[in-house]
Nanobody
Framework: QVQLVESGGGLVQAGGSLRLSCVAS????????MGWFRQAPGKEREFVAA????????DYADSVKDRFTISRDNVKLTVSLQMNSLRPEDTAVYYC???????????WGQGTQVTVSS
């Protein structure tokens, strides 16, 4: 099992920044990549960004490209999401997830709320 704990959510005005962090523990050696997803009220969960533990590959949703940056710290087993130029439509619960060798996001954190006011 892999445990994931997110932190860093909060309330921010449009145009502001927030940094989310996710600490992984447990059988992290069974994972190959980490990702961030989000779910807004009344909407389905959507992909935001992902990064391999080697750091050689990142991926972003078009809606967050050039505004969000995902990074990882292999020593601290932490994945972060730096969010800049936030918009009200970025308001959602943000989830950290760990991807297994079958490329499936198998483990999930409890989520952290991000609210962007206009």
């Amino acid at each position: 099992q892999v445990q994931l704990v997110e932190s860093g959510g909060g309330l921010v005005q449009a145009g502001g920044s927030l940094r989310l962090s996710c600490v992984a523990s447990g059988r992290t050696g069974s994972t190959v990549a980490m990702g961030w997803f989000r779910q807004a009220p009344g909407k389905e969960r959507e992909f935001v960004a992902a990064i391999t533990w080697t750091g050689d590959s990142t991926d972003y949703a078009d809606s967050v490209k050039d505004r969000f940056t995902i990074s990882r710290d292999n020593v601290k087993l932490t994945v972060s999401l730096q969010m800049n130029s936030l918009r009200p439509e970025d308001t959602a619960v943000y989830y950290c997830a760990a991807q297994n060798i079958r490329r499936r996001f198998e483990y999930w954190g409890q989520g952290t709320q991000v609210t962007v006011s206009s």
